[in-house]
Nanobody, 120 residues
Framework: QVQLVESGGALVQPGGSLRLSCAAS????????MGWYRQAPGKQRELVALITSSSSTRYVDSVKDRFTISRDSAKNTVYLQMNSLKSEDTAVYYC??????????????WGRGTQVTVSP
């Protein structure tokens, strides 16, 4: 069994900062690309940021220069540092990871989400 557990969501004022964490646990052989997605009320889930196993990163245009994704491979954890938060960043943020449970078995895993609310 593999689990992804997010933490760090909160209510924050516009212009504020938050750091989200997502820890993977269970029967893990290797972790590939990890990422953060978000879903606002009434909208589709969208990619926010990705980080590969070699630490290459990719961001959606709306968060470039404000958000930073990073990972600690020793802790099987991915982070999302969010600065200069805007009301439009309000959403449930989900962690995603491609995880090998054996040398030849891989699957895509999701966390349950953490709420980020940006409001005065």
């Amino acid at each position: 069994q593999v689990q992804l557990v997010e933490s760090g969501g909160a209510l924050v004022q516009p212009g504020g900062s938050l750091r989200l964490s997502c820890a993977a646990s269970g029967s893990i052989f290797r972790i590939g690309t990890m990422g953060w997605y978000r879903q606002a009320p009434g909208k589709q889930r969208e990619l926010v940021a990705l980080i590969t196993s070699s630490s290459s990163t990719r961001y959606v245009d709306s968060v470039k220069d404000r958000f930073t994704i990073s990972r600690d491979s020793a802790k099987n954890t991915v982070y999302l540092q969010m600065n200069s938060l805007k009301s439009e960043d309000t959403a449930v943020y989900y962690c995603n990871a491609v995880i090998w449970t054996t040398s030849d078995r891989t699957a895509n895993y999701w966390g349950r989400g953490t709420q980020v609310t940006v409001s005065p």
